[in-house]
């Protein structure tokens, strides 16, 4: 619901997002800097896009806070706020949390990482499609980790080639069932959908799919478990959760492409608790989309994923 209020004529000139943290109580100053660069604050009727906006005695102001579909993550707790590692006029690199949308769907309409992005910068390029600003890749939602996010026209059509020409590299940690007997493996293997289901699937002889590629590389075993990386040539959706499905070493906590057989070992009791599947973006490395600047930027494990692999080494040691 709208909120109007009209500053006393006494009172000194101010910071706008000092007035509306000191009229608008409960809301962090920062959230409030969102709304109002998100052109969500006007000032004597005109929209306002800078805190730091000075306004005197006597202004008119209203606020028109977002909706109340808020993005949650993992564990359900609201995130109010991108976590932003680097920016600059062109792009933004954050670190996405487990249980957050990358852009709207049926299932999901709202409290994305394209709503927060909108409520951070405003206006950002839609190549992807209005329903996606800023938006270049995308993870799925129980995935945490790196992401990439254009701020201007010419960032997006470049950084939109870079993906295309595979010149981005990608590297993602997952904590998978079964211990591989390969030190790496590339699997190439066209991904196809299963009719009537949300599910993908490796095509086999014959069949015609999206080509991908992904090269895997086992960097700790235990009993019954490995800690891999995987680094994906291409990006087809759901890639590397299909292809370790495919070889035998499905994903902890995937729901949907999870053990189906015998053979895993499931994780007993007393394992730390992994509310999603086990998979993290962990680093990115690709040239800057208008200098041509280098550029890296890694994600440690987030702590679900990080108690997890630490009582791994501790209590499932390699036999």
Known sequence: MQEHFRLPQDQTEQRLDRVLAAELTGRSRSK?????????????????????HPVGGGAEVSVDPPPEDVATDAAGEPVEELVVLWEDRHLAVIDKPAGVVTHPNERYPRGTVADLARERWGALPTQQGEDRPGIVHRLDRMTSGLLI?????????????????????????????????????????????????ERLRVGGSGEEGRPASTLIECRERFHGFAHIHAHPKTGRTHQIRVHLEHLGHPIIGDRLYG????????????????????????????????SGDPLAFDSPLPADMAALLEWLRSSRPAS
């Open 32 to 52: 409030l800097q969102q709304w109002i660069r998100a052109g969500r604050v006007r000032v004597g009727g005109e929209v306002v896009t800078r805190p730091s």
């Open 149 to 197: 996010l254009a701020l201007s026209e010419e960032a997006m059509v470049e950084l939109m080639r870079a993906f295309r020409e595979r010149e981005v590299e990608k590297t993602y940690s997952a904590l998978v069932h079964g211990v591989p007997r390969f030190d790496s493996e590339w699997i190439d293997a066209p991904i196809l959908r299963v009719p009537r289901r």
């Open 259 to 290: 053990p189906r057989g015998a053979l895993e070992v499931p994780l007993p009791p007393e394992a730390p608790c992994l509310l999603r599947q086990a998979l993290h973006a962990r680093s990115l490395r690709f040239r800057h989309p208008i």
